[in-house]
């Protein structure tokens, strides 16, 4: 079960910025959509479509911060199929919109304090939930290459 999650997160980690569905996922692993999706939840707490999304956004706050993109590029670039999702997404997960958080990232005057503690928080969530998994991963690899090794 736990080969399966690992193999599930470097497949969605190495084809983030295309189409993921859990169809595909039950295709190409060779299990049941219900249960992978089971297994997912129960190891790590979080949905594939979750997962999914948070490393989407987590990836594409590099580019608000540093470009002047317009928001649409951005979301495509970064594996959504719209701008409205990819907003409705980012503000359900940082708890602003796109254009707020790239206020917050050029010390704009005009994002207030709360809109600027709210956008801390999260990123402090978003950060740990994603490190948590890498570190669920980097953990089971791990225990395999000691099972492996002969000493």
């Known amino acids: 079960m736990k080969n399966l999650i690992i193999s ?3 497949y969605i980690d190495n084809n983030l910025y295309i189409k993921i569905s859990v169809d595909e996922l039950s295709k190409r692993f060779f299990y049941n959509k219900d249960y992978i999706m089971r ?3 129960k190891e790590l707490g979080i949905t594939i479509i979750e997962y999914i999304n948070k490393k989407r956004i987590y990836n594409s706050l590099r580019s608000i911060q540093n470009t002047d993109d317009y928001i649409l590029k951005i979301s495509i670039s970064y594996g959504f199929a719209s701008q409205e999702y990819y907003c409705e997404i980012f503000t359900k ?9 790239r206020k917050f990232c050029n010390n704009s005057k005009t994002i207030s304090y709360n809109e600027i503690s709210i956008i801390r928080k999260n990123l402090i969530d978003l950060k740990y939930e994603l490190d948590r998994i890498e570190l669920y991963k980097n953990n089971i690899e791990r225990e395999t290459t000691k099972k492996l090794s002969l000493y």
């Open 8 to 10: 599930i997160l470097e």
């Open 39 to 41: 297994v997912f939840k």
């Open 93 to 101: 997960i940082i708890g602003v919109s796109p254009q707020v958080y």
